[in-house]
């Protein structure tokens, strides 16, 4: 089984309608992180967690917001869907641990289309 | 805060050694240098993170100079599996002021290999 996961893998949707995308994780890490990626383009951040207490924004975060339930849960919403959201949306997570502590792994993408 | 630069593209064939340099000339004391390959609609994944000198691992080595104002990783005898995109980050996320640093993929560095 992947270690991260995200649901759905794939969303079409309309604009002003709220979508949620979901990262869970089970590899007992303490930080997550929501990047988007736009076509030809490398990724940014959104929002990061640095346990369940703590929530930061990131470099894009206006129209998004986040909640982090559990350690291993990290949800991304979009309250009202705009056609520039339309992106690839990659969940990371990352541990406080020894070894490559800035070693972040992904999830295998979420791909929304907001019409 | 340390700003990465990469060149864009890159083209190489099977079998060559390939460099692709990154310059980081504001690295702080505490930063690390982290690389990452990302395939076509797939989360990046770590390659390698080296603070000073040099670091090999099984798939690619990390040169850092003395000054680490910059770093080369070096992919040895690149096959046409090795097409991808590479990322420098630079900074230690250990550190809450820093983790928007580190967490700054760029534009990254398109690697062509041809046959």
């Known amino acids: 089984d992947a270690d991260v996961t995200q649901t759905p893998r794939n969303r079409i949707t309309k604009t002003g309608k709220r979508i949620m995308l979901e990262c869970s994780q089970t590899?007992?890490?303490?930080?997550m992180y929501w990047y988007r990626q736009d076509p030809g383009l490398g990724l940014r951040l959104i929002y990061y967690?640095?346990?369940?207490?703590?929530?930061n924004k990131g470099e894009i975060s206006d129209g998004y917001s986040v909640s982090r339930q559990a350690q291993a849960k990290f949800s991304l919403s979009l309250e009202s869907a705009i056609p520039n959201q339309t992106a690839l949306y990659f969940c990371?997570?990352?541990?406080?641990?020894?070894?490559?502590?800035?070693?972040?792994?992904f999830g295998p993408g979420t791909r929304l289309t907001v019409l | 805060l340390a700003k990465t630069t990469q060149p864009i593209s890159m083209d190489s064939y099977e079998g060559q050694e390939v460099n692709i340099t990154c310059s980081h000339n504001?690295?702080?004391?505490?930063?690390?240098i982290t690389w990452y390959q990302q395939f076509p609609s797939q989360g990046p994944r770590f390659i390698i993170q080296?603070?000073?000198t040099k670091v090999t691992n099984e798939v690619a080595s990390l040169f850092i100079p003395a000054d680490r104002k910059s770093s080369t990783l070096s992919l040895p005898r690149v096959s046409l599996s090795d097409t991808a995109v590479y990322y420098c980050?630079?900074?230690?996320?250990?550190?809450?002021?820093?983790?928007?640093?580190?967490?700054?993929f760029g534009g990254g560095t398109r690697l062509m290999v041809k046959p």
């Open positions: 967690s640095f346990d369940v207490k703590d929530i």
């Open positions: 504001n690295i702080a004391t505490n930063d690390y």
């Open positions: 980050l630079v900074g230690d996320v250990r550190e809450a002021n820093n983790a928007g640093n580190m967490l700054t």
């Open positions: 590899k007992g890490h303490d930080r």
């Open positions: 990371a997570t990352s541990s406080t641990g020894q070894g490559s502590y800035n070693e972040q792994f």
């Open positions: 080296g603070y000073k």
